[in-house]
């Protein structure tokens, strides 16, 4: 059965899509492709086929189901949506193998995250960082591909307290052409 997806759709959403139906060696090939999404710009159609235990004609098959012509179709949109700057780690698997849910394991992650944070603003530096952007003659906030939302909301928060904020880069440039905000 052909499951038709839209070619604009990111490959992890195609799978997710299409996998209810997908007969049991593609989803060993669906599975495989979602835990090594991030690294299939290395890898081959044979090396997928090897690696998930099936014919090198189900990894082809799949690759059509999913809306691509060839694996280097596959490999292009992968590497387009890393060039874009989406991630494409895979989402981890509902248990992993210390017996952790997923939602445990993101919770003992926030956890740590939290502690490093307040580690970091120990002697001082919260009220150091504080005054240096207080004193400053003009602050760049600088937000590069996933950190753009973030440093942007920053620009939005410090412009209500200060005047001279500025984001770098804009959309569509790179920081070297945003280099005359630095002077």
């Given at each position: 059965m052909e499951v038709s997806t839209p070619a604009s759709r990111r490959i992890d959403a195609r799978?997710?899509?299409?996998?209810?139906?997908?007969?049991?060696?593609?989803?060993r090939v669906a599975d495989f492709l979602l835990e090594h999404?991030?690294?299939?710009?290395?890898?081959s159609a044979a090396d997928i086929s090897r690696e998930a235990g099936v014919s090198k004609a189900t990894v082809s098959r799949i690759f059509r189901k999913l809306g691509f012509e060839s694996f280097s179709e596959v490999r292009d949109h992968v590497r387009e949506l890393r060039h874009r700057g989406i991630p494409t780690t895979a989402p981890a698997s509902s248990e992993d193998t210390e017996g952790l849910t997923v939602l445990e394991r993101h919770e003992a992650q926030e956890r740590e995250n939290l502690s490093r944070v307040m580690a970091a603003l120990e002697g001082g530096r919260l009220q150091q960082a504080v005054q240096l952007i207080s004193d400053a003659r003009r602050v760049v906030v600088v937000g590069l591909r996933n950190g753009f939302p973030l440093?942007?909301?920053?620009?939005?928060?410090?412009?209500q307290i200060r005047g001279d904020v500025t984001l770098a880069p804009l959309p569509g440039q790179s920081l070297g052409r945003s280099w005359p905000l630095w002077g």
């Open positions: 799978i997710d899509a299409a996998y209810g139906e997908l007969p049991p060696q593609e989803r999404l991030g690294d299939l710009a290395i890898f440093a942007l909301h920053l620009r939005q928060q410090l412009t």
